[in-house]
């Protein structure tokens, strides 16, 4: 970590003197200018941490270049963004603009019944910054739209490909004289030996050799049987492979990885306390030098080589290449979404919707996205080479640079595109090293961006969905504690799917996802 | 008309009484009725008001549209209810796990109640009380977080004591036929210490002469608590019996929340996890109100049950 930083603010101090390209920009000033007199629009956001905030140096910034200042109205006090979007909707008094966490289902439920503006002539005639990013990307635009074709809100767009990777204790290998494994039956006879010879060596057989913050994620290991568990970024989902819509936990693949997985349960090297250990699993595990591998996100697991580095002797924990499945393809099915879910939409009280459009469109601008990414030049960033480079105060400060972003009102989920070179410039070297191995191959699989659902769909859908995943979920964790056998119950399992209706879900599924996708 | 006019005067002179009468009465008493009035309105508020919602249980509901302005849509949600197998296994779940808790619960505060009234040493007796009150002050997060701990496989309390015995560790938490047992049990202890404040009361009221007499006929402390004690608190322990009843579809929502898992829905699911799935996570919020709607109607008539029962067996009811 330390190595990076002062590797980048070397680069940073020894350009700076070259370059002051700063001050050249403010001539360009009025380019942004959204109206002439000043206008203020009333915001509701709400997003886990953060409620809009008047005072945010990116919200000032934004106000002088586009004459637009944003007023929050959303309590501060307010802790949960699902309830905080019920009530406001609920209360029927909405502000100009609603944005933060979630608000994708609920705009593209509540906008076709008049609680939104759909933004598509909008978009067309005043945004066209927007309107190059979605005819560039028409899979997002597919993605976002509600079922009647407009689109009510403008998400958040993350970027950079890799979120979840395998990570191994290299230095175990290293010990018990093993290879980082190729595949699954390397990994099988890896996994044995963490849990046979003693790799930190207490004498005691008390090593976790695979352990998941996420149970979801031990199931993911699905994919090393030619599996699917999810084709989003979220647990459970549906997965599409050439425009056909399917669900991992039906297939015939699925029933081979589950049978696996839980011969590797009963083996012990699924950690036994997979489902209730929870979310501090990993970091128990690996401070108390019991565990082997996971697979998790590449910045904060990368991050436990620097701060459990004195407290574990020889500790390191680095990300390896998917190991190849029973076909021979390494598979890595987790990916960051390149959509999400939050952003912002105007309510249909706007009375000024294009100047809002416009705003929305300035930060799809080069200087709006770079404001959003970066925070305020020379303040948080300096111009080097015609890139921001983040100061290197911002980026040696106590807090960690995104919790400084945050605070200062960039990267919060606005409806922006985001630039993956933010988060390379503060990332742990061990991150960096996995996500280029990743980066190397040809490891992810087609993403399922999600489908808006008309309202008769979505009767079907709300109806049977939520009853079929509980009957799958319970299913999938009794075959896997080895209370049930899979292949005894699966006449069983895929007889009931079809009774409790799993056919009509993909159908309306597959209907929505054809009319979305399909031109 | 003069026969009229007293009528009338007789009348008038009525009503001024009354209304003179309130007026004493409210200047006398109005600190009663002051006293009153919190409980009155949040009654109203928190209860009565509310139930102008429960239409939506009707209703095709738009959070957007309003209550008023969503769509009837009859009985639909009711019979998706009764469609759904969960629910039917969730209504069992909630019987079963509440039957349970009253079977062996409900007695226990009584039990600990008498035990306490027969420590004569008041040092001990205030600190035992204390110990058993106490776990009735923990949030349930952290119960459950005590549960989850005590029964892990690996370092869990239970398991290692288990293995000292011989036995092979088990995964508590995972096993649908353990569920009710650990859920009750967790219940008794956190509450049945509190629980027994009432019963204690209640033996405190007993008339201390009765004993005298006792002992004077020469009873032992057995018989008096068996012959006295015990049908002097009746009437209280089949008030708690009624109310316990009344609450019966109410099992604990958050600690099975915290302690269930998809592997042991088979027994954990009860009928308000169940709304919380469905309805709350799935923001279909008519549909838990039907669901809610289901619980109220049959709690309300278990209710009515008992307090019959009551009043025909032992004279004793809520109203």
Redesign the interface.
Same mark, same amino acid.
């Given at each position: 970590m330390k190595m990076v930083k002062s590797l980048i603010t070397s680069i940073i101090i020894g350009s700076t003197t070259l370059a002051m390209p700063a001050m050249a920009e403010k001539a360009a000033d009025g380019a942004f200018k959204v109206t002439d007199k000043p206008l203020t629009l009333d915001i509701h956001f709400h997003t886990k941490k953060y409620v809009y905030n008047n005072d945010w140096l990116v919200e000032k910034e934004a106000a002088r270049l586009t004459n637009v200042s944003l007023n929050n109205v959303a309590s501060m006090a307010t802790t949960k963004s699902a309830e905080a979007f019920n009530l406001l909707i609920a209360s029927g008094d909405l502000p100009d603009i609603v944005g933060g966490s979630s608000i994708k289902d609920n705009v593209n439920r509540y906008g076709p019944e008049g609680a939104f503006i759909g933004m598509n002539e909008l978009i067309d005639k005043h945004a066209p910054n927007i309107k190059a990013f979605f005819d560039k990307n028409p899979d997002i635009r597919s993605s976002i739209q509600a079922s009647d074709g407009e689109i009510y809100y403008i998400p958040y767009l993350p970027d950079g490909k890799f979120g979840r990777g395998y990570f191994i204790r290299t230095d175990w290998l290293k010990k018990l004289n093993l290879k980082e494994p190729q595949n699954v039956d390397e990994l099988h006879d890896v996994l044995v030996a963490f849990r046979d010879n003693d790799p930190n060596g207490n004498g005691k057989k008390d090593e976790v050799p695979l352990f998941m913050r996420n149970w979801e994620e031990m199931i993911r290991m699905v994919t090393l049987w030619d599996g699917h568990a999810s084709g989003s970024d979220m647990f459970h989902d549906f997965y599409v492979r050439e425009g056909k819509l399917s669900h991992g936990y039906t297939e015939e693949a699925y029933r081979v990885g589950i049978r696996n997985l839980a011969k590797w349960y009963k083996e012990g090297l699924i950690d036994q306390e997979v489902f209730t250990r929870g979310s501090r699993s990993r970091e128990y595990l690996l401070s108390n030098n019991l565990g082997g591998m996971t697979h998790d996100w590449f910045a904060s697991t990368s991050g436990y080589n620097d701060s459990l580095k004195d407290k574990v002797e020889g500790f390191e924990f680095k990300a390896f290449i998917p190991p190849a499945g029973i076909s021979g393809k390494r598979v890595e099915e987790h990916r960051r979404a390149k959509v999400k879910v939050e952003g912002w939409a105007m309510s249909f009280t706007n009375e000024n919707p294009i100047e809002t459009i416009k705003y929305f469109d300035f930060y799809f601008t080069e200087e709006g996205r770079r404001l959003a990414n970066f925070g305020l030049e020379g303040e948080h960033y300096d111009m080097v080479d015609g890139k921001p480079i983040f100061r290197k105060e911002v980026l040696n400060a106590d807090a960690p640079l995104n919790t400084i972003m945050w605070q200062n009102g960039a990267q919060i989920p606005r409806g922006f595109h985001q630039d993956y070179s933010y988060e390379l410039q503060w990332s742990n070297k061990y991150a960096l090293e996995g996500i280029a191995k990743y980066e190397a191959g040809d490891y992810l699989v087609e993403p399922f961006l999600g489908v808006s659902l008309n309202a008769k769909e979505k009767e079907v859908f709300d109806k049977k969905w939520a009853t079929i995943l509980d009957y799958m979920l319970e299913k999938q964790q009794s075959w896997v504690l080895g209370s049930a056998n899979i292949d005894d119950d699966w006449a069983a399992y895929t007889s009931q799917l079809e009774r409790m209706g799993y056919p009509s879900v993909l159908k309306v599924m597959q209907q929505a996802y054809t009319r979305a996708y399909t031109k | 008309m003069e026969d009229i006019n007293n009528s009338l005067s007789t009348e008038d002179s009525i009503l001024v009484k009354k209304s003179k009468w309130l007026v004493m009465h409210l200047k006398k008493e109005w600190q009663l009725y002051l006293m009153l009035a919190p409980t009155i309105i949040w009654f109203i508020v928190f209860l009565y008001k509310p139930m102008y919602g429960l239409q939506i249980a009707f209703k095709d509901y /738009?959070?957007?549209?309003?209550i008023t302005s969503s769509p009837w849509v009859g009985l639909e949600h009711f019979y998706?209810l009764f469609d759904?197998? +969960?629910f039917i296994r969730a209504i069992q779940n909630t019987v079963m796990i509440s039957g349970a808790s009253l079977i062996f619960g409900f007695p226990v505060p009584i039990i600990l109640a008498l035990m306490f009234n027969e420590i004569i040493n008041p040092k001990f007796k205030r600190t035992a009380q204390t110990i058993v009150y106490l776990p009735h002050f923990i949030s349930a997060v952290i119960i459950a977080g005590i549960v989850?701990t005590a029964f &892990?496989? /690996?370092t869990g309390v239970i398991n290692l004591m288990l293995n000292a015995m011989g036995y092979d /560790?088990v995964?508590f938490?995972?096993?649908?036929e353990w569920f009710r047992t650990i859920f009750v049990g967790t219940g008794i202890w956190q509450e049945a210490g509190f629980g027994s404040i009432v019963f204690l009361a209640a033996v405190a009221g007993v008339n201390p002469s009765l004993y005298e007499s006792a002992v004077v006929d020469g009873a032992s402390r057995f018989q008096m608590m068996y012959k006295i004690t015990l049908p002097c608190i009746l009437p209280t322990i089949l008030i708690m019996l009624i109310i316990r009843i009344g609450n019966i579809l109410e099992v604990g929502f958050e600690m099975i929340i915290m302690l269930y898992?998809? &592997?042991t829905?088979?027994t954990a699911d009860v009928i308000s996890t169940f709304i919380y799935? +469905?309805g709350l996570? &799935? &923001? +279909?919020y008519d549909l838990a109100a039907a669901a809610g709607l289901f619980n109220a109607v049959i709690a309300f008539l278990l209710v009515i049950t008992a307090n019959t029962i009551s009043k025909r067996v032992s004279k004793t009811s809520l109203w």
């Open positions: - | /738009s959070v957007f549209k309003g998706t759904n197998d +969960q989850i &892990a496989p /690996s /560790s995964y938490l995972t096993k649908p898992q998809p &592997a829905y088979e799935r +469905q996570q &799935a &923001a +279909q």
